[in-house]
């Protein structure tokens, strides 16, 4: 006897997690995660395209990718212009016929690890990481919002239209654990002797890319396209240990995140496996928000 809910096709579990003859574009795609995303894509059978404002980090990727057997392609991409999203599209599309997936990957994201913490140099620079929530400079307010809300609304608005004309789509847009609680500024206190600060945009954008996330699920109800957010926790990349000892202390696993921790849950938001979600949060932290 059948079931309402049997799979017609038997579908093994593992096919449900395939990507073959699909085709996706990550923004920010040679950044930290957006590497890792890509080579999952790439390694569940997707086209993908490496979109990125360091066109020689994207290519090199790309190159990589194509040399392991990969379809890839990289794009010079400024998130915050229409006319280089429709391009980052135009060229999805003209390349591999069609495109399937999102991943809003790209954001302004501050980081306090021992790379870019030894390039701050002038007030400028420093201002950044340094400044009080009260002597914010407005200028990389604004530059953050442009970036980090306004690109995800530009990104999602360009990539919908091919989704529409293909009857199907897949938007996977990268929030953060810092959307949904607030940053424990104790942590980012102890890098020296001057205090830093973890900025009020980076709660505020994340927060707002639920907000597009949930809006965008109802919007596009019966047209065929999910949109879903996956928030990380820290990922670990060579920070100072006085740092990941205070920030693992936060969470219920005891350690950082690996740069490949968060792949699976991309793969299982941008696959079949998901078919039944939209509007949603996968949050990977550790364990981070649960206490």
């Not at 404002?53 to 915050?80: C, K, P, R």
């Not at 002038?122 to 009260?134: L, M």
Request: aromatic share 10%; charged share 20%; net charge negative.
């Amino acid at each position: 006897m059948s079931t309402m809910n049997e799979n017609k096709d038997n579908q093994h579990i593992f096919d449900q997690f395939s990507l073959t003859g699909k085709s996706a574009i990550v923004t920010g795609g040679a950044g930290l995660l957006g590497t890792e995303f890509c080579r999952t894509l790439a390694e569940a059978g997707s086209q993908v395209t490496i979109a990125d404002s360091n066109i020689n980090a994207a290519s090199h990727l790309a190159e990589i990718l194509s040399l392991e057997g990969y379809q890839a392609i990289a794009v010079q991409t400024d998130i915050t212009q229409p006319e280089s999203v429709r391009e980052m599209v135009s060229r999805t599309v003209d390349a591999f016929g069609a495109l399937n997936i999102l991943v809003n990957s790209a954001a302004m994201d501050p980081k306090f690890d021992s790379q870019h913490n030894s390039i701050k140099k002038g007030i400028k620079a420093q201002d950044k990481y340094t400044a009080s929530f009260e002597e914010y400079p407005i200028e990389f307010w604004r530059s953050a919002i442009d970036v980090n809300l306004t690109g995800a609304f530009i990104c999602c608005q360009e990539a919908t239209k091919p989704m529409l004309e293909h009857g199907s789509g897949v938007i996977i847009n990268i929030s953060s654990i810092y959307g949904i609680t607030a940053p424990d500024q104790r942590i980012y206190g102890i890098l020296d002797s001057q205090p830093q600060y973890k900025p009020a945009f980076y709660s505020v954008t994340k927060a707002g890319i639920l907000g597009l996330t949930r809006y965008l699920a109802a919007y596009f109800a019966g047209k065929n396209i999910r949109v879903n957010a996956l928030s990380p926790g820290g990922v670990f990349n060579d920070h100072e240990d006085s740092f990941v000892r205070a920030y693992s202390a936060r969470t219920i696993l005891g350690r950082m995140a690996s740069r490949d921790e968060m792949n699976g849950a991309l793969l299982f938001l941008a696959s079949d496996a998901s078919k039944y979600m939209t509007g949603a949060n996968l949050v990977v932290d550790g364990g981070w928000s649960a206490w």
